[in-house]
């Protein structure tokens, strides 16, 4: 039996463009065309605001580099939105783009609470953070088995469960556009066994619930120590973001056929398709205002100390290497723990918490990360007790 996906599209192309015959061409497509456009760009002018105040004031580059990440959320879903609205031939492609966006996101937040914690600490200790946290049962649905915070298992776990949507959600983008290819992904059609989509998402779905459960269990783990620093908010920030973008590409998706029904040059699925990532430009407007509360440049101001460069901090915003190293050294941890391994070296809590060096030692880090996590140069001796970095 020969199972073929149907067409996402149309056969017929609209040939008309914006001025014809001298005049504005303005239908409804077009003036969706420009209100996500103007979207986009206020989300870019406003999440831009938000990134260079960080950048002129950055005190803590462990923390801030995580919130220049996150940051950039809003307008990477409202440029792609847009993109994906303008071609809405190829929106599956752009929507497999956009998505991927979110690992980097909650990767990003994770190392971002553990820099918190670590701050509350007495000297930035990783193990004075939690060292009063008991042996105590996981949350729902495992909480049956039972786990101690202060052994580095703990930490390794927690780092991977996260830290592994950023390679699995990019991997299932890439599988998803290789099959949309070869016309056999099937996105917009019924869910079946003979096309790829429903394993693509099984896939995805199992990555991002670990990766969410790794993240609530840290933040019931360390509520306390995060007092103060609006946790919720920022999750919420990153969170809403996703639910709405699934739920109302949910909704549309159920109007096809419906209250949804197609044209000459667009199908059912196409409008729906536009109206989702309509909805997303301009709902980026107001997520990157929320964002610009939730994560202030205010705690990270200092009277005393002068204004920082911008791009060192851009760079370091775009530069992965420090999630290559947690997940790189998660994994040696689990591979020297599995049976047969010859390894005799133990990690201990502070090397598992550690984050931006904290608990490396010098001779274990490589050149670039030494580079990475290495001071600012201070410009008078005044400055040098600071926790800012001097103009550049």
């Known amino acids: 039996m020969n199972h073929t996906c149907p067409s996402d599209n149309t056969a017929n192309v609209d040939q008309s463009s914006f001025w014809s015959s001298g005049n504005l061409n303005w239908d409804q497509h077009r003036i969706g065309w420009a209100i996500a456009g103007g979207c986009a760009v206020l989300t870019v002018i406003i999440s831009m605001i938000s990134v260079l105040r960080h950048c002129r004031h950055y005190t803590k580059p462990n923390e801030q580099r995580q919130i220049l990440r996150i940051l ?11 993109f994906s609205y303008r071609y809405f031939r190829s929106y599956t492609y752009y929507s497999l783009i956009e998505v991927s966006y979110e690992a980097v996101t909650l ?6 609470l553990i820099e918190f914690v670590a701050a509350t600490a007495t000297d930035g200790d990783a193990t004075k953070a939690i060292e009063r946290k008991d042996k105590r049962p996981l949350p729902l649905p495992f909480c049956c088995w039972r786990y101690r915070p202060t052994k580095p298992y703990f930490m390794y776990t927690v780092k991977w469960s996260v830290l592994q949507y950023v390679i699995i959600r ?3 983008s890439i599988a998803g556009i290789v099959c949309q290819i070869y016309n056999v992904l099937c996105e917009s059609g019924p869910y079946s066994i003979y096309y790829a989509n429903v394993y693509l998402e099984v896939v995805d779905c199992v990555s991002i619930s ?18 103060g620093r609006r ?76 204004t920082t460069g911008i791009w060192r901090p851009l760079w370091e915003s775009i530069n992965y ?19 047969g391994s010859s390894s005799g070296k133990k990690a201990d809590f502070a ?42």
């Open 210 to 227: 670990v990766a969410l459960y790794g993240l609530l269990l840290f933040y019931g783990l360390t509520k306390e120590e995060l007092a």
């Open 170 to 172: 990019p991997a299932v």
């Open 231 to 306: 946790p919720l908010a920022k999750f919420l920030c990153i969170k809403l973001i996703v639910v709405f973008t699934f739920y109302q590409s949910f909704i549309f998706s159920a109007l096809e056929g419906r209250v949804i029904k197609a044209t000459e040059y667009w199908t059912a699925g196409n409008i729906a398709d536009g109206l989702n990532a309509l909805a997303i430009c301009i709902e980026m407007v107001f997520f990157s205002l929320l964002m610009m509360w939730a994560y202030t440049v205010d705690e990270y101001k200092m009277v005393t100390t002068k």
């Open 321 to 339: 290497w420090d999630f290559l190293t947690e997940i790189w050294g998660s994994f040696k941890f689990f591979f020297n723990r599995s049976p």
């Open 72 to 82: 950039y959320m809003p307008p990477v879903y409202a440029v792609i939105s847009f």
């Open 107 to 112: 990767s990003a937040f994770l190392l971002l």
């Open 351 to 392: 090397q598992a918490f550690g984050v931006g060096g904290r608990s490396v030692e010098d001779g274990d880090r490589s050149t670039e990360e030494s580079m990475r996590l290495a001071p600012y140069p201070y410009s008078n001796t005044h400055n040098a007790d600071s926790a800012s970095p001097v103009l550049s």
